[in-house]
T-cell receptor, first 113, second 110 residues
Framework: EAQVTQNPRYLITVTGKKLTVTCSQN?????MSWYRQDPGLGLRQIYY???????DKGDVPEGYKVSRKEKRNFPLILESPSPNQTSLYFC????????????FGPGTRLLVL | QQPVQSPQAVILREGEDAVINCSSS?????VHWYRQKHGEAPVFLMI?????EQKGHEKISASFNEKKQQSSLYLTASQLSYSGTYFC???????????FGSGTKLNVKP
């Protein structure tokens, strides 16, 4: 089954404690993205990656890091989380074909105290 | 660079039609449409590429007017299952930065 998985699904943490949200896809997709979704602000892209070792900033990259060492994995790293990073996070992936579906993971709900 | 969606919310009776619009001030390469149900991830509906085209599957179709940088999503003979929030997403180059609109909340009532 084609899928994007994220872990953890729910996370409560405290300000400043480094955390990583993992994302993995089993479709051999080249393009992967991270989004955050906040009420009233919609979905905003944090980072995206066009292939292994190729990443670029999206619309709201501040406070986040990513890496793409393998094609299937695209972890999101919060080095020093702050309360304004409390949000619902989605990972997504697409192939290199123009008309291919973008698949979303189930989401990770993060609360930073 | 976020596209502008309208209307913000729509209430329909089953069987009625709806149109959701998405416009951008920048030249676009593609427009995507997604539906998101409460508590779930967005689900891809369709993609339209520059060159101007219309697409559809079942009773949901969309058009892309490249001259105006506008796309419209058409929902005909709506069903209860169409309820949710619809987002357009845009990119100005292939696999570049991606921007979502603010969403249109659609509520279909019996």
């Amino acid at each position: 089954e084609a899928q994007v998985t994220q872990n953890p699904r729910y996370l409560i943490t405290v300000t400043g404690k480094k955390l990583t949200v993992t994302c993995s896809q089993n479709m051999n997709h080249e393009y992967m993205s991270w989004y955050r979704q906040d009420p009233g602000l919609g979905l905003r892209q944090i980072y995206y990656s066009m292939n292994v070792e190729v990443t670029d900033k999206g619309d709201v990259p501040e406070g986040y890091k990513v890496s793409r060492k393998e094609k299937r994995n695209f972890p999101l790293i919060l080095e020093s989380p702050s309360p304004n990073q409390t949000s619902l996070y989605f990972c997504a992936s697409r192939t290199g074909d123009q008309e291919e579906t973008q698949y979303f993971g189930p989401g990770t709900r993060l609360l930073v105290l | 660079q976020q596209p502008v969606q309208s209307p913000q919310a729509v209430i329909l009776r089953e069987g009625e039609d709806a149109v959701i619009n998405c416009s951008s001030s920048k030249a676009l390469y593609s427009v995507h449409w997604y539906r998101q149900k409460h508590g779930e991830a967005p689900v891809f509906l369709m993609i339209l590429l520059k060159g101007g085209e219309q697409k559809g599957h079942e009773k949901i179709s969309a058009s892309f007017n490249e001259k105006k940088q506008q796309s419209s999503l058409y929902l005909t003979a709506s069903q209860l299952s169409y309820s949710g929030t619809y987002f357009c997403g845009t990119e100005k180059d292939n696999f570049n930065k991606f921007y979502f609109g603010s969403g249109t909340k659609l509520n279909v009532k019996p």
